[in-house]
């Protein structure tokens, strides 16, 4: 079992980033299966480890696990700003499949993330589902027009949202998760299995249950997982293990 820190210089970001790396290999052995980790809003690269025994659940499963950083991009192009979903989806496999022993086997490419990085885990598998086997939301943002016409958002927020998604704050449908999931289904492509997990007293309970209705009269494979606790570490690290055991449900039966 390694721990792995790295600071690049991204042609993308056009600045020096952070990418974290748990890896359960032996050297010169890849290890089953790679697991991109992304964190939430006000979170870096370090987080999940820092805060959860992930480390414990990588080695259980022979998982890579990438922690990348974002900042508080959402996971997207921003309009005033960097082109953060380029970034993930397209350079970060690059970087790490150049430096690490790691199964690049999509059959065995998985992608979560918590609140902003639900939101993210759930674009990078709608969007590339050839890419990533099966994805999970932990009190994610599943839809974002909701989250931005959120009345009680602050008027920081606002403008940091607005960087993102620019002055009106409108929504395109390459970032809009259920345009997303509907066009698979049109396309009648392959479609993702998706885990999401939301407490009872979360902010973002409301959103989840509408999207775990809307994904239950479609063809996806979809579970929804909702039980006590709010938007904090304690619901997320429970769920961790609900999160290896989705993704991991062969060896677990």
Known sequence: MAYISIETGSPTLRMTTSIHV????????PAGST???????????????????????????????IMPGVNRSYYTDMAYGLDYFHYITEELPTVVNNLLHMNTDPAHTYVAGLSMGGYGALKCALTYPDRYRKAVSLSGVTDIAQRLQDPKMSADVAREMQGVFGEKLEVSSEQDIYALAEKLIREQAKLPSILCCCGESDPFMKMNREFAAYMGGTPYEFEYVEGPGTHDWMFWEEHLKTTFEFLFEEKTK
């Open 35 to 65: 697991l991109y980790l992304l964190h939430g809003a006000g979170d870096n690269a370090s987080t999940w480890h820092r805060l959860t025994t992930v480390e414990q659940y990588a080695q259980k499963y022979g998982c890579t696990v």
């Open 22 to 29: 748990i890896s359960p290999s032996e050297y010169g052995t």
